[in-house]
């Protein structure tokens, strides 16, 4: 059991729930009570029974959320588990914003991104046992590793919220639930194995009845005793499509975004920063555009959490604001080092693959041996370029700075972070930081950062006391992202003289991701060396398939463009490079590619029924209309594996997708229809990537400036999506990346179906 999970259950000992609210006032445990302009309800009145559950007069339960939910839903997945623990049905629970407090701590995703190489047990024998391959941990990255998790930090990504919160979250559910029954049988006398709970109502047969609301004050003084989490037997929520809590408010208008964050008196803020990256504005001509209407001052913004630095214009309007920062004139400064090139750098890794050895992340067998006595060699090389995150809301934050306190109102994936860099451009205690954590229009790791934040906070210390909403429009968003970093890989197969794979060697090369993130975000926790860089080489060390020798290494790199976590991280580029050469090893050996893949599967039962699933669902080998093929991928991130089959035609030759069946496991599903739903996002989502995603930077100053130029899937281009599960009792897995992984390979595999040209470079773009 987990240290929070044992906290809640071990707390009962002593005779009271000591946990999270009940350690501190309700004010600082609930975030919105301490904040004097609330964005949308009050704080919500309630009993606390524990750190995660509040009782309602009427007997609805409230439920501290530390998760941001910006449309992977899991604002209603931990919601699920609380009312199926609860026996409440899921319309009587609702969510409100948790406190920073440690035991909200995302340790799922710390873990899952820290810059070493973890003991895998992520594949099995053909018994179910797992196999432990041995991991190679410096001192210092272990340190990293425990202080990581002593911190309990509050983030929401790596596909973890519901992996981080299986337990605990329902273990809370289950201590609130036990301290109730124990509540009524004190009252009415009465052995508690007599009394039953259908709809939150606590009855006895000889008459006796109450809903939670009428025990709970009771109840909060009530020892739990023995606490017990419901038998899957008993589930009548979780494994079931519900409803998701925050579609009525987004449908009806009411949802509350960054954007929509209306406050008395607030100003607006508009932000231009110097277009080469890594550079500096030097001397401002302050001219008749911000004595224009509604044009209130110019702020300049230091190059803060790694961001380039440039000048805000602040008006009561944000139009104002922004027509007023295009007139000014600047004299901006290329950065010290030089200007970045994209080919230069590409060039650079190519380079970096041929002339160092890089950090073997996982060696297996003898691969020099295999080299040596390999009857041939396939070697191919691949290409990943830089990527925009490109969220649907613009980044943006509202800040107010007054008399020694800071109010945030923020989309972030980062609350904690987002206090702590605003407490230190304040010059304030984190304690004077309060924060309230809007919907997301789309994170997708780009709100893993907290730069917005800080220039807002900035902006605000020259407004008064005024709040000031900073928006970035789409060009500044598009020009001054965290890229995905750019990725070349070298990958080599040997075979014996009857054309058998002996071994695979995999080298990569491209920027670390978690140094630079760990320098501008936690720089307590950076490291003074460089270590590792897991996320960037996952999902090329850690391949389900065997082979009798293998070697997977990665050169990390430092290129000076600001790069970050994008959507499936490392695993996003890292399948397209393994899973198109396993189809280049399928079709020198003139096999079948997914009877290929089934013979290299035999020890790994779980990545085998996954790409069985997704065979049979897709037909495959089945006949298809004239001018259409079928590309398959299979790839294992976050937890989850999933395989995808894309048909595909040619029209005008670009590659059409008009079918894409996906096959999950994703242990325990929650709510299958948010299974459904996320895959079908991430379809999109890569899909977009697969045939339009690059970014370009020239002189320092990226090319693409807006939607013209970074294209995205459009309604007509979007493919039918059908998503099945493979049957799992496994505690869960992440369901928000690992559907975006397959989709550009098992594209490219098609694509090579239909014309027999491989493509090796993203975005896939073919000259005939």
């Known amino acids: 059991m987990k240290r929070r999970a044992w906290l809640l259950s071990a707390s009962g000992m002593a005779g009271a ?4 609210w009940s350690f501190s006032p309700p004010r600082s445990r609930l975030g919105s009570a301490a904040n004097p302009w609330p964005v949308s309800t009050p704080p919500v009145e309630g009993v606390v029974l524990n750190g995660w559950i509040k009782i309602q007069a009427d007997g609805r339960v409230v439920v501290a959320m530390p998760r941001s939910e910006m449309g992977q839903g899991v604002h209603t997945a931990l919601a699920m588990l609380v009312a199926e623990e609860l026996d409440l049905p899921l319309q009587r629970v609702s969510v409100e914003q948790a406190g920073a407090d440690a035991i909200y701590g995302n340790v799922a995703m710390l873990v899952g991104s820290l810059p070493f190489h973890p003991l895998e047990t992520d594949d099995y024998s053909a018994e179910g046992a797992p196999r432990v391959r041995p991991a190679k941990v410096r001192i210092g990255e272990w340190l990293v590793g425990k202080i990581a998790r002593e911190l309990g930090i509050n983030a929401t990504g790596g596909s973890s919220s ?15 639930r036990a301290s109730l029954l124990g509540a009524a049988s004190l009252d009415w006398k009465l052995p508690v194995d007599e009394l039953s709970i259908r709809n939150g109502v606590i009855s006895h047969p000889s008459g006796p009845q109450a809903h939670y609301g009428e025990l709970a004050k009771f109840a909060a003084a009530t020892p739990p005793g023995d606490v017990v989490l419901k038998s899957r037997a008993d589930w009548k929520l979780i494994g079931r499509s519900a409803l998701r809590l925050d579609v009525p408010a987004k449908v009806n208008g009411t949802a509350v975004f960054g954007l929509d964050v209306r406050l008395p008196g607030m100003l607006y803020a508009a932000v231009r920063l110097c277009p080469m990256l890594g550079g500096s504005a030097g001397a401002i001509q302050v001219n008749a ?12 913004l230091p190059a803060y959490a790694g961001s380039t ?5 602040v008006g009561k309007t944000w139009w104002q604001a922004q027509q007023a920062a295009l007139t000014v004139g600047v004299d901006w400064q290329q ?13 650079s890794l190519e380079t970096a693959l041929a002339r160092q050895e890089g950090h073997m992340f996982y060696e297996k067998g003898d691969p020099a041996q295999a080299e040596a006595s390999a009857a041939r060699k396939i070697e191919a090389l691949y290409h990943a370029p830089y990527l925009a995150h490109a969220t649907l809301e613009p980044m943006n934050c509202t800040a107010q700075v007054r008399d020694g306190k800071v109010w945030l109102w923020a989309p972030t994936q980062v609350p904690q972070m987002a206090v702590a860099v605003a407490a230190r451009v304040a010059g304030v205690a984190e304690e004077d930081v309060s924060i309230t954590v809007t919907l997301l229009g789309g994170g997708f790791g780009r709100r893993l950062e907290v730069d917005c934040v800080a220039q807002a906070v900035r902006i605000a210390l020259e407004c008064g006391g005024r709040p000031v909403q900073l928006i970035w429009s789409r060009e500044e968003d598009t020009t001054h992202d965290f890229y995905r970093p750019m990725q070349v890989a070298r990958l080599r197969a040997c075979l014996d003289d009857k054309g058998g794979v002996t071994c695979l060697s995999i080298k990569s090369a491209g920027d670390a991701i978690t140094p630079r993130w760990l320098e501008r975000n936690l720089p307590n926790l950076a490291s003074s060396f460089e270590t590792p860089d897991k996320s960037a080489a996952e999902g090329l060390f850690d391949l389900p398939y065997e082979f009798a020798s293998q070697a997977m ?4 790199t430092r290129s000076g463009v600001p790069v970050g976590y994008w959507r499936s991280v490392g695993h996003s580029h890292n399948a397209f490079f393994s899973e198109s050469f396993v189809d280049e090893m399928a079709s020198d050996a003139r096999q079948d590619p997914v009877a290929f893949r089934r013979s290299l599967l035999q020890e790994a039962p779980r990545h085998l029924a996954v790409l069985e699933l997704a065979a049979l669902k897709a037909d495959w080998g089945g006949a298809l209309p004239e001018g259409r093929a079928r590309g398959i991928a299979l790839h294992e991130s976050f937890g989850s594996i999933v395989a995808q089959v894309v048909e595909a035609s040619l029209l005008k030759g670009v590659p059409r997708v008009h079918r894409v069946v996906c096959a999950v496991d994703c242990g325990t599903v929650v709510n299958p229809g948010i299974v459904a739903q996320q895959m079908e996002g991430s379809v999109i989502f890569a899909l977009t990537a697969a045939l339009h995603g690059r970014i370009d930077i020239e002189e320092g100053v990226v090319r693409q400036k807006n939607f013209p130029q970074y294209a995205m899937v459009g309604l007509e281009q979007a493919p039918l999506v059908q998503t099945y599960m493979v049957s799992s009792d496994r505690a869960p897995g992440g369901v928000g990346e690992p559907g975006v992984p397959p989709l550009a390979p098992a594209l490219g595999n098609a694509f090579y179906a239909l014309t027999g040209v491989r493509l090796r470079s993203l975005p896939l773009v073919w000259n005939a």
Request: proline share 4%; no cysteine; hydrophobic share 60%.
């Open 553 to 556: 290494s990665h050169v990390a």
């Open 309 to 313: 630095a440039g000048f805000a214009v």
């Open 17 to 20: 729930l000591l946990v999270a």
């Open 289 to 300: 555009g911000l004595t224009l209407p509604g044009v209130e001052r110019l702020v300049r």
């Open 335 to 347: 950065r010290p080092a030089g200007a970045l090139d994209s080919r230069a750098i590409e060039k």
């Open 162 to 176: 519901l992996a981080d919160a299986w337990v605990v979250v329902r273990m809370a559910a289950a201590t609130a």
